[in-house]
């Protein structure tokens, strides 16, 4: 089934420690997106890649990074994990300009 | 700055009654208005989109409106179900900044029994 997958679904982290949010999407859609969404907040842009080889910052940058080497994979990095960053973080794919973004399910994150 | 405010915040209804959510934005150059829903623990799925010409459109017992002289939007939920309990997204696209998608924080509707 095509679709946009992310992985893992939760996680519990220690704070420091290295980790990435996998997010996969086998609909050859150009743009990608990651984003948290915390309670009050709504969903707040992380980073963005509108092609293959190209990336973007957000809203919220600081803390983490992200590569898109090739169009269905856009992986999400946290070089040194803070309690901060717990939230709920989902990975979106967008084909085109007026066409709709396609979520993941999520990742819940805890770093304590 | 690209702005979308969604009201209320949250709001509780009764099963079978119908509801209107609102959505403000000030995004321009504008491009389209999405409405999304999102259930607890899943990711957002598109309800509706509407583009500058369009000031209506259906689907299902969901309506969205469009005004795009005063920046409004506008979800009517019919004769609501308990499924219809979710957060309910709008999201405003500038046609400037390519992809770029923004987000209003989102309105909770719980439908009671």
């Known amino acids: 089934i095509a679709g946009i997958t992310q992985a893992p679904t939760s996680q519990i982290l220690a704070a420091g420690r290295r980790m990435t949010l996998r997010c996969t999407q086998d609909?050859?859609?150009?743009?990608m997106y990651w984003y948290r969404q915390d309670l009050g907040l709504g969903l707040r842009l992380i980073h963005y890649s509108n092609t293959a080889g190209t990336t973007g910052k957000g809203e919220v940058p600081d803390g983490y990074s992200v590569s898109r080497a090739n169009t269905d994979d856009f992986p999400l990095t946290l070089a040194s994990a803070v309690p901060s960053q717990t939230s709920v973080y989902f990975c979106?794919?967008?084909?085109?300009?007026?066409?709709?973004?396609?979520f993941g399910q999520g990742t819940r994150l805890t770093v304590v | 700055k690209n702005q979308v405010e969604q009201s209320p915040q949250s709001l509780i209804i009764l099963e079978g009654k119908n509801c209107t959510l609102q959505?403000?934005?000030?995004?321009?150059?504008?491009?389209?208005l999405r409405w999304y829903k999102q259930d607890t623990g899943r990711g957002p799925v598109s309800l509706t989109i509407?583009?500058?010409?369009?000031n209506t459109k259906s689907n299902g017992r969901y309506t969205a409106t469009l005004d795009a002289d005063t920046k409004q939007s506008s979800l009517h939920i019919t004769a609501s179900q308990l499924s219809d309990s979710a957060s309910y997204i709008c999201?405003?696209?500038?046609?400037?900044?390519?992809?770029?998608?923004?987000f209003g924080k989102g309105t909770s509707l719980l439908v009671t029994p």
């Open positions: 999201v405003v696209s500038n046609s400037n900044s390519g992809y770029a998608l923004n």
């Open positions: 609909m050859r859609h150009n743009a």
């Open positions: 959505c403000n934005y000030t995004v321009s150059p504008f491009s389209n």
């Open positions: 509407m583009t500058f010409s369009e």
């Open positions: 979106a794919s967008k084909a085109q300009l007026n066409t709709e973004a396609f």
